[in-house]
């Protein structure tokens, strides 16, 4: 006998840190007959029968295989190269990234250990495996400065899925705050909203705070949340953050110089 499914949760309902499994599956369209309320008339099953919750497998099931999951990156081949450098920079060869017809795909290092990573690698490759490994399909559109689209983008575009990897590339891999933690913020926050179905702002507040500190390794001001970093009057970005070291709190900022939607300097420096 099949045993009754007890929760059914929406996407918006499951949550940032939550993978949709084959037990918690999204809730069908609405049967006819139902009024929206939750009071189904007629024939009708009820949500522990048998037979709604073999309609609930059926209905997710097909919208699986259609979809297939996963994330799909797509732009130019100069944008999309620049993009695969910083993924793969970031899994500093435990892994090695591929696009397989626009959709990301990562081939395991077996000659290193993965005892040997690092929390901040780490970080970097879960973000994007939950990414990957998505039940449902999402796309985000990457564009460099060839594009010009890129004048648009300051960094990352949610409202049109999209990102810029040449402001990405403008962190570089030196400093606190890098490239391959702005691009995993980038790709966390659209899985968030295309996926998981949370609102802008707070899949933003939650990929700084959930992604992009721990693939930094450093932790960031409340008042960053707040202020939704941004200063506009001198086409400034002001980042506060903070670095543990030696049992002590240093606290740094990044002061991000911007000319129509493109990064022209970043100055990493103490508040």
Sequence with gaps: ML?????MPTL???GPNVEMTLEK???PEQPEGDDGGGNASGAVAEENSIEYQL???KSWGKQSRQ???GLQIN???SALAATLRIINDGLEGFYTASLDNSKL???????KDLAEMNSKTKAFYVTLNNATNSLIAFTINAYDRNDAQSK???IGDITNNAFDISDIEAFGSNGYITARAALAHEIHENFLVQVKGMLPYGAHIVSINKVEGPVSGVSFDKERNFKKDIIEAHNTLIVPYNVFKDGNILRRQLTISFRNGQIRKIKDGKQ
Excluded at 3 to 7: A, G, L, N, T
């Design 25 to 27: 599956m999204p809730v």
């Design 12 to 14: 918006a309902s499951a």
């Design 3 to 7: 045993e009754p499914i007890k929760e």
């Design 55 to 57: 309609n609930a497998a």
């Design 75 to 77: 732009g130019s081949p």
């Design 67 to 69: 979809q297939e999951g």
């Design 152 to 154: 648009n983008i300051l």
């Design 105 to 111: 795909t990562f081939t395991r290092n077996e000659a």
